[in-house]
């Protein structure tokens, strides 16, 4: 009996500590993409999508959230953009899943026409339009493009400030090990 209660203890200790590794091996996924890390409460916003709805990120609580910032004028977002078109197409079937790509041009109208020579006007990422340009600066980047992840608490976890192939599997590997946390 003794053995039996000793082994027990022992198991869940070992089980215990695996925690920390377990949220290190789903950090690793991520790790090509060289995030930084961050934490403490995203900024809160209330924005328009392109249909005139709003969208507050505290509505969206419970959901894994990717906060992309771009303007039409900025060279490596025009980059990045078909990228992040293709890890919307990758997480579509996810409901626990929200790609933004907020917009910081000075007027919205430019934003339109942008996806539509992009070919981007059936993309899944909701394209919200931030009217003051300065949101992108609370999140704590003045660069173009960055992008963050929002826990589904509303906390910050990740920055990646410049372009990234959010296209490329390692991408889609490492939003879907987020959601695994």
Partial sequence: M???????LWMFWFAASLGPATKAQAEAACRALEPELRSGPAPEFSLQDRAGQTVNL???RGKFVVVNFWATWCEPCIREWPQLDRLAERLAHRDDVVILA????????LVAPFLARMGLEQTGVRVLWDPTGKLHTAYGSEKLPDTYFVGADGQLVHAYINVRDWGRP????CVESMLAR
């Avoid at 907020?102 to 109208?109: A, F």
């Fill in 58 to 60: 505290a509505d969206l």
């Fill in 170 to 173: 390692a991408a889609h590997h």
């Fill in 102 to 109: 907020v917009s910081v041009d000075q007027d919205q109208s």
């Fill in 2 to 8: 003794v053995f039996i209660a000793i082994g027990s």
